[in-house]
């Protein structure tokens, strides 16, 4: 048996036939279960495989199927698809001649209803829509394993089928989505505005975040709808709110949820809140995403590992950035427009476990990770700037959103590293460290003893990158008179690390400011130096081009 519905060129012209969506309708129904566009689409190629199983079932109860390759002899009775399953005897042959073809014959057929004879060719080797496409030699198709067949088909066609089913879908106002499981929308349990007021609650109490499954205990949810189903509309509802109170935090894996307005409210450290520290993200006006390098691609919550050295930002806030090699790490938002997730941090060593909120990046305003716990485990451990924090996937990111949490453990011993009074005037303390630390990248007083007597940039300041570029320059460099008047002399790294104290300054766009020339008054000196003149500080201003990698994502927010 040689079944279409087997072959390439059959799921190459796939479209929905009449009825398939009442079909799915059905599935949908019978399984009590939203199910993925992907499973949906198994589900309709299976059922066509069995569809052509039975009609060539049929066929074969009425006789042999024509073929105009095949061969056949007086009193041999015949079934012609292209005549809507008609069936004939045959009653006599000949040879036919055609000087186009090679040699065949033709059959001489009685159609069953008919007094004429009709005459079809056989033994037709020649290319004809008739003769059905053979299998491969090498396929091994089981008609009585449909699930094993069925999913074989759709490893190799479902890019045929999946987009057209999924356009199907989305066009009919009976199915509705969350993410990618689908469901009819007149089967969803009701949502009152009574659950939305118990819903808020649930998440009020458990500090913003909570899975959905939490918020449907304190549900009124009717019994004869099955927990899947209650589930789905839970999500469902929360996500088309139309008073947009509830954003979805969760991954592939977990359904969570959040009240921005909360979440975004409770304090990190003092008085800096979630939303605080997204603004320190916002890209200056000076940086120009260009073009689409494609390394999104490559991201994806795969277990990995990923390590990131602390600027002074990064511990004293309780936060680290979400570059490339974090993307490569942590997993990925379901939907495109998602704002947050929230992570498990798991201290192999101690068995520590807390939360922390990973923030995806934006438009124009690079992504982070943090919160006031992660803050409590760099105190708990004692670490400071300069050490370098690794973050492993396990087995249980994907689902669970845990990841391992380490460093590099050291001798205890006592430095001199900068901290903030409580006025926020710079100081240096003498602190307990039980870690490794890059010398390069920590704040030692001797080192960096100047910025003991500067006071901090205001909020404006800080958010142009000339005044935060030139601060660094003052509070780093080296003094010198050149020419008519003063320059500052620093390398990359100390400037690197003093502008990543008062906000965060990726890597990328520090070095591309030199490289790029964007300001006339930073510019690249001899030997790896790089020179500030404040007599330049008035001419204009160049754009710096970077891809979104390099502006959002950079390799490594401490490359410089």
């Not at 990131?308 to 938002?333: E, K």
């Not at 923030?359 to 006031?372: E, F, T, V």
Request: glycine share 8%; charged share 30%; with cysteine.
């Amino acid at each position: 048996m040689k079944l279409d519905t087997l072959t390439l060129r059959y799921w190459q012209n796939f479209d929905l036939a009449d009825g398939e969506l009442e079909y799915l309708s059905e599935v949908l129904i019978e399984e009590e279960s939203p199910l993925t566009v992907e499973d949906l689409a198994l589900r309709l190629m299976e059922k066509r495989i069995r569809a052509e199983e039975a009609a060539w079932e049929d066929r074969k109860a009425k006789g042999l199927m024509y073929q105009p390759r095949e061969t056949y002899s007086e009193g041999d009775r015949l079934v012609f698809s292209a005549r809507g399953d008609a069936v004939g005897t045959v009653v006599g042959t000949r040879l036919g001649s055609n000087p186009q073809y090679g040699p065949f014959e033709v059959v001489q057929v009685r159609m069953e209803g008919e007094d004429t004879i009709t005459e079809f060719a056989s033994s037709f080797s020649d290319p004809h829509a008739l003769n059905f496409i053979a299998m491969d030699e090498d396929e091994d198709f089981d008609l009585d394993d449909m699930p094993a067949l069925g999913q074989k088909l759709y490893e190799k066609y479902d890019h045929y089928v999946t987009p057209v089913l999924l356009d199907r879908l989305t066009e009919s106002p009976e199915f509705v989505n969350f993410g990618n499981a689908w469901f009819l929308k007149g089967f969803l349990v009701p949502i009152k505005q009574g659950d939305f007021n118990l819903a808020e609650a649930v998440l009020d109490l458990a500090g913003g975040f909570s899975r959905v499954e939490e918020i449907a205990k304190v549900l009124e949810m009717p019994g004869e709808s099955s927990e899947a189903v209650q589930i789905f509309s839970i999500n469902y509802a929360l996500a088309t709110d139309r008073q947009h109170r509830f954003e979805f935090a969760g991954t592939h894996g977990r359904t969570e949820w959040c009240l921005p307005a909360v979440a975004g409210s409770r304090p990190v450290r003092f008085r800096k809140t979630p939303k605080d520290i997204s603004l320190d993200h916002v890209l200056d006006d000076v940086v120009e995403i260009v073009g689409d390098d494609g390394s999104a691609e490559e991201t994806g919550g795969a277990v990995g590992r990923w390590s990131h050295v602390l600027t002074f930002y990064d511990w004293y806030w309780g936060h680290l950035p979400y570059n490339l090699g974090a993307a490569r790490v942590f997993v990925q938002p379901l939907f495109e427009e998602q704002g947050c997730t929230r992570l498990q941090f798991l201290h192999p060593d101690s068995g520590d476990v807390f939360p922390v909120v990973l923030h995806y990046p934006g438009q124009r305003q690079s992504g982070w990770l943090g919160s006031a716990e992660l803050r409590r485990f760099f105190d708990a451990r004692e670490l400071v700037p300069g050490t370098t924090i690794f973050v492993e996937g396990t087995d249980d990111s994907e689902s669970e959103a845990l990841y391992h949490i380490n460093y590099y453990p050291a001798p205890a011993t006592k430095l001199e590293m900068l901290d903030y009074e409580e006025g926020g005037q710079p100081v240096f303390r003498r602190m307990n460290v039980r870690c490794d630390v890059k010398e390069e990248m920590s704040l030692r007083r001797s080192r960096f003893s100047a910025l003991e007597t500067l006071r901090l940039l205001d909020e404006a300041q800080r958010r142009v990158t000339r005044s935060r570029l030139a601060a660094a320059f003052q509070r780093v460099g080296e003094k010198l008179l050149r020419g008519p008047g003063i320059v500052y002399r620093a390398s990359l790294t100390d400037l690197f690390v003093a502008t990543n104290i008062e906000r965060p300054f990726p890597g990328t766009i520090l070095r591309a400011i030199f490289e790029q020339r964007a300001y006339p008054c930073f510019y690249p000196d001899d030997e790896g130096f790089y020179v500030y003149d404040p007599s330049l500080s008035g001419e204009e201003v160049n754009k710096v081009r970077l891809t979104r990698d390099e502006a959002l994502l950079d390799a490594g927010s401490s490359t410089v």
